[in-house]
């Protein structure tokens, strides 16, 4: 397995299951065209661009250059790179008959062919020299009123709200968006905030 310091966003959940196989990144998914209603998504990438990179890895047919092509306008260039896979023809294996272009997409590139991408994309691969700052934990949500006692859903939506995340976020979602985003430091920071 690969680890990667950005993000990644691909199209949909077989996409998404590949390159889980793959790399150790966040990866997130745009439901296809979903991501042109999903104001929450799509502000949540701004924000996880904004703090770690983000790296577009759609589909080579035309979808997939609207769907990137999206998320080019909607998020300032210098947070993005772009991951490319060859056009190669034929069908993914859970599939009957090929896509509209008859290309392969993301869920059917091998992984010589994906890593090769993201190499080629710029992809931070993370190795010794990259310092790893401490996980927030789920003990630390409950340290912070955020889970496991009675106010913890009234927290945490007030916590969502202050910090622009999408409201219907379950707890482990959330825990992942703020480890994401902030330190430990950060959140009691914006949590001491929040109560006052």
């Known amino acids: 397995m690969v680890k990667i310091q950005e993000a990644i966003v691909v199209e949909g959940r077989y996409d998404k299951n590949t390159l889980r196989q793959i790399v150790d990144a966040p990866i997130f998914e745009t439901a296809g065209f979903g991501i042109f209603k999903d104001?929450?998504?799509?502000?949540?990438?701004?924000?996880?661009?904004?703090k770690r990179g983000l790296i577009v890895f759609t589909d080579s047919d035309g979808a997939g250059f609207v769907i990137r092509n999206h998320l080019k306008s909607?998020?300032?260039a210098k947070y993005l790179k772009h991951a490319y896979i060859p056009d190669i023809p034929g069908k993914e294996?859970?599939?009957?008959?090929?896509?509209?272009?008859?290309?392969?997409?993301v869920e059917g590139m091998s992984?010589?062919?994906?890593?090769?991408a993201l190499r080629k994309a710029g992809a931070t691969i993370e190795g010794a020299d990259v310092p790893r700052k401490r996980d927030i934990?789920?003990?630390?949500?409950?340290?912070?009123?955020?889970?496991?006692?009675?106010d913890a859903a009234a927290n945490r939506q007030r916590l969502l709200k202050k910090l622009d995340?999408?409201?219907?976020?379950?707890?482990?979602?959330?825990l992942e968006a703020l480890n994401l985003l902030y330190s430990l430091e950060e959140l009691e920071k914006v949590v001491n905030r929040v109560e006052r």
Do not use: C, W, Y
């Open 39 to 50: 104001k929450a998504q799509l502000a949540l990438l701004r924000k996880v661009a904004q």
């Open 74 to 76: 909607a998020i300032p």
């Open 93 to 105: 294996k859970r599939k009957s008959s090929p896509g509209k272009e008859g290309k392969l997409g």
């Open 111 to 116: 992984r010589e062919i994906i890593l090769d």
């Open 137 to 150: 934990t789920k003990q630390d949500l409950f340290d912070l009123g955020l889970s496991g006692t009675p």
């Open 165 to 174: 995340l999408p409201e219907h976020m379950s707890p482990n979602a959330m």
